[in-house]
Structure formats: C-alpha cells, structure tokens
C-alpha cells in the first residue's frame, strides 16, 4: 500500500524563522514521484516541485529547498527566512503504481499548515 | 495563466438536486482526468480516474451513481454530484494529464470548487 505521512499538523512561525515540513512516504514501488503542493486559503494547488525516485539530489529554488532522503522514504521542505505569504496548507504527495508513477493520481499526506507571524 | 479550468468556482445547492462540474484543459488534450475531493481541513482524496470515452474508475468507497463522471472530449471532464445531500458538501478538485512521449506526464490541477449542499 501506498501512503505519505505529514506529521506536523499546524506549525507557527515569526516571520524571517526557517521552518522545515516533514514528510515520510511508503511505496513497495522502484519508481515513483514525489511531489510538494502549496494550497493557500482560496483552495487551489499550486505545484512546488516533483522529484522523481532516482534523483537524490537536494534541490534549491529560491528560499525553498528540499531533501530527499530514500533511506529514510523522506522527502522534507524547507522554507527560509519565511515570510507571511508563505502562510498556506502544504501537502505532500506520491505517485506510483502503475507506469512507474506516471499515471499521475497522487495520493497526498494530509498537510501541514504553516502560519508565519509577522 | 491557468491551463485547467474548472467551473463553478462555487455552488450552492439545494438537497436533493443534482450539480456538475465541469473541468477543462485549455491549451492541450487530456486522455485522462482526476477528480479529487477536500472536506475541510483534511486532505485530498482521489475519487476517480476519468478516462476520455470510456467509463471512469472510481476509487474504493466512492459511489457510483452518485458521482457520474463523464469524459465525452478530449478537453473536458464532468462531475455530477446527484440527489446531493448536506454530507457531499466539500472542495471537489480535478487534475488533468498532459500525455508527454518519453517523459513525465505532466498533472496540471483545476482551481477547485466549492460545493455547498443546503
């Protein structure tokens, strides 16, 4: 069976802290992806990153960055020096299966909400 | 700009009557949709795989009859929640594959809407 596990459930920040978002997954699958979704208040997805189960490498993009970690099935996110607009539910989500993880439905973790104050 | 669209954005209905959704791909052809649904404060849970002029999959526990899905062009997927009750009210999302040969085919989410049953 196929599941990601986000344990943090809320997590509160002063603006400028870093904050790290957990994320563990499980699949018997040798390819897959793994995905991190921003939802702020207004509902929609808005995609972050895909990383498929062959690249280990850690990625950088601005004051977003994360970790893969395939020995532990992690895939954590850290934001740096956050800001309020970061403020969003961000949910975790993997794609496997069939097709390598191609087929595209994902099953998602069941987020974390992050809060940055000012 | 977005390149799936859904509509409603939002939708009040009255119990016992039937809505649609309808999810679109603008700028490419969609073979297969998703049809995922948020009940406050939780995450997505994928409904069903909606598969251009065949009958969609449903995931385990999702009725049928009560969630038709049709996928009758290349460019657009329905949902129609039937005889909706207060309990169908939720964020309904869906999610279209853009077929890439040799790659990752590319998920591009809706906006979402919000189904208010009362």
């Known amino acids: 069976a196929q599941k990601v596990t986000q344990a943090q459930t809320e997590i509160s920040v002063v603006e400028k802290e870093d904050v790290t978002l957990d994320c563990v997954y499980e699949t018997r699958d040798t390819t897959y992806y793994l995905f991190w979704y921003k939802q702020p208040p207004s509902g929609e997805l808005v995609f972050l990153i895909r990383?498929?189960?062959?690249?280990?490498q850690n990625e950088i993009s601005g004051r977003y960055s994360w970790n893969f970690q395939k020995s532990t099935s992690s895939f954590n996110f850290t934001i740096t020096a956050s800001q309020v607009v970061d403020s969003a539910v961000y949910f975790c989500a993997l794609s496997g299966g069939r097709y390598g993880g191609s087929q595209g439905n994902l099953i998602f973790g069941k987020g974390t909400k992050l809060s940055v104050k000012p | 700009g977005a390149v799936v669209s859904q509509h409603p954005s939002r939708v009040i209905c009255k119990s016992g009557t039937s809505v649609k959704i309808e999810c679109r791909s603008l700028d490419f052809q969609a073979t297969t949709m998703f049809w995922y649904r948020q009940f406050p404060k939780q995450s997505l849970m994928l409904m069903a795989t909606s598969n251009e002029g065949s009958k969609a999959t449903y995931e385990q526990g999702v009725e049928k009859d009560k969630f038709l899905i049709n996928h009758a062009s290349l460019t657009l997927s329905t949902l129609t929640v039937t005889s909706a009750h207060p309990e169908d009210s939720s964020f309904y999302i869906c999610?279209?594959?853009?077929?890439?040969?040799?790659?990752?085919?590319?998920?591009?989410f809706g906006e979402g809407s919000w189904l208010t049953v009362v």
């Open positions: 999610s279209a594959r853009e077929q890439v040969t040799g790659g990752w085919n590319t998920i591009y």
């Open positions: 990383r498929n189960s062959f690249d280990e």
